[in-house]
Every structure is written in structure tokens, then in C-alpha cells.
């Protein structure tokens, strides 16, 4: 991205909050996840012909999702019956601190995590307190991993309420993770990092959901990030549609 001529230089400095945070633990908060598709009207039993039936479930989709990392134990994320990782996959699973690069699999296909940007501005990272790997830590990012392509876990419950059924968008999309946001926030310069590494690693969808402030166009490098081939997603609006993480200016997403 830095090499287009219409990209301002990054500002590892600046950095956005979540969007929003789960009040659970890394370990729960998958299980927590609203049955979106059932809401959309996206229904599993439906006959043959429809979005869900025609697309196989989103099987060669893989998604990208930029946040807080993930905590692949999850039931959202186990690989029972999926098919081979897509051909066109060129990323990695990136070993760290509790991470091993054996822990993915066919759903979660890839992680990296990203700290350039957040060492920059608060020095070397505290490995007590923070995970030096795509190991989520907050369960933000696990959270909305699990929101657009969460396996069908049965029985799933908030703090044992509502129990039915959680599952993803995509139930059997596959999964990139990429750790951006610590403690202290999510840097733009580890945000782009990780665009340019999922679009290099072949995501179809990328996710971001961090804003909150507004900014000028001018400040952030974040709204002329227009990547070709994924479509870009955030918490804004749901996925396909091209959308930007709120604070950010929109018409500057759209693709050319």
C-alpha cells in the first residue's frame, strides 16, 4: 500500500479503541454469539436454492478478521467435516507465546499478529501482561471471529440464558486472524500491516472493527486503504457490502 502514489505515510502513533467489548472472558465469549443468520432470515433447513444452500455455507470463503487475535479452542472454530484448506491460501500460522503453529487448522487457517506500531510509542511489549501472539487476550477479536464465521455450536447460552444455537455468517468459512490491538489500542501502521498481509495471504473479506473518534481524511492513512481483491468489512455494516469502522469516512472505502 505504501508504494501507491495516493497513500499518505503511515502514522504508527495513532491508534483507534474497539469498537465495542464483550463483557466475557477470551474462553467464553464465542459461545455467546447471537444466531445472525437465523436474524437475516438466513435459515440452515431451508430447501435447496437458497443463499446458504447455493454458497455450500461460504466452504471457499476465507475471511480475514483484523482485531484483538483469537482464542482458537473454541467450539466456533473446530474443522469436523470441512473440506481441504482453499488452494488459494498463501498465509501462515503464526507461532508465539501460548500459540503453536500446530493449533490451526481447516477453519482457522491462518494468524499473525502485528506490534510494530503499539512498540513504537510504548516500548517493548510486557509478555507478562500482553500475549506476543495472535492469542487474543480481550475477546474482542474472538468474539467477532465468531459472529462472521462461527462453526454451529449446540448448547450455547449467555451466562446460561437463551440457550439454543450459535453460529456464524458463514458457518464454514475459513478463518485468518490478525492481531493488531493490545492494551493500549490498535496502531494504523499494525492496522495496514495486516492489510497487506491479507491480502498477500488471499482473504476474500477482510473485517475491522475498531473506530469511535472522528478524524480528518487527512490524519489517518486508514481511509485510503483500498484493497482489490477483498471486499472491506466492518462493524459499521455487515459483510459483503463495502463499509469503514465507524469514525472513519466511507465514500473513501469504496473500491475503484
Given amino acids: 500500500m505504501a508504494s501507491l502514489p495516493s497513500f499518505p505515510h503511515p502514522k504508527p502513533r495513532h491508534f483507534s479503541p474497539l469498537t465495542t467489548s464483550p463483557p466475557l472472558s477470551p474462553s467464553k465469549s464465542a459461545n455467546s454469539t447471537p444466531p445472525a443468520p437465523e436474524f437475516l432470515g438466513l435459515r440452515s433447513t431451508d430447501a435447496a436454492g437458497t443463499l446458504l444452500k447455493e454458497s455450500d455455507f461460504g466452504s471457499d470463503l476465507v475471511i480475514g478478521v483484523i482485531d484483538t487475535g483469537i482464542w482458537p ?48 510509542t510504548n516500548g517493548k511489549m510486557n509478555e507478562t501482561t500482553e500475549y506476543r501472539s495472535p492469542r487474543d487476550s480481550d475477546g474482542h477479536g474472538t468474539h467477532t471471529a465468531s459472529i462472521a464465521a462461527g462453526r454451529y455450536v449446540f448448547p450455547a447460552s449467555t451466562l446460561g440464558y437463551a440457550k439454543g444455537v450459535a453460529a456464524g455468517m458463514a458457518p464454514k468459512a475459513r478463518l485468518a486472524a490478525y492481531k493488531v490491538c493490545w492494551s493500549a489500542g490498535c496502531y494504523d501502521s499494525d492496522i495496514l500491516a495486516a492489510f497487506d498481509a491479507a491480502v498477500a495471504d488471499g482473504c476474500d473479506v477482510v473485517s475491522l472493527s475498531v473506530g469511535g473518534v472522528v478524524v480528518p481524511t487527512s490524519s489517518t492513512p486508514l481511509p485510503s486503504a483500498r484493497t482489490e481483491p477483498p471486499t472491506l468489512a466492518s462493524s459499521s455494516r455487515p459483510p459483503p457490502a463495502t463499509a469503514v469502522p465507524e469514525g472513519l469516512p466511507s465514500p473513501m472505502w469504496h473500491r475503484g
Fill in 73 to 120: 479452542e473454541r467450539k466456533s472454530f473446530h474443522d469436523r467435516d470441512l473440506g481441504p484448506t482453499p488452494s488459494k491460501w498463501k498465509g501462515q500460522c503464526v507461532a508465539g507465546r501460548d500459540f503453536p503453529a500446530t493449533i490451526c487448522n481447516r477453519k482457522l487457517i491462518g494468524a499473525r499478529f502485528f506490534s510494530a506500531g503499539f512498540e513504537s
